[in-house]
């Protein structure tokens, strides 16, 4: 399944930790655009996923049908992806 992330690369010492940015139930990860560019320019690697079902994320089954559980695989698949490229575990924001 593919699942939107928004990128933005650290504009400094990319040695800090990378931030992984997720919605709440009525958004979609542009909604974090003004964090990511703030700490991207802090030195952090950015990322902001799109739930399945939002954004531009595709879904197996209709947004009524997803259950929590499914959000959290995609959190995981994200964080899993994101310590293989920065060699470290992402400090995880959310609302909602």
Not at 14 to 30: C, Y
Request: charged share 25%; net charge positive; hydrophobic share 35%.
């Amino acid at each position: 399944m593919n699942l939107e992330i928004i990128h933005r690369k650290s504009t400094g010492d990319s040695s800090k930790r990378p931030l992984l940015f997720v919605h709440g139930a009525w958004s979609m990860a542009w909604c974090w655009e003004n964090f990511l560019t703030w700490f991207s320019e802090k030195g952090h690697d950015c990322y902001a996923r799109s739930l399945r079902a939002h954004g531009d994320s595709e879904s197996n089954k209709a947004l009524k049908f997803v259950r929590i559980d499914d959000y959290v695989d995609d959190v995981k698949q994200v964080v899993h992806r994101i310590k293989t490229e920065c060699g470290q575990k992402p400090v995880l924001f959310g609302h909602s």
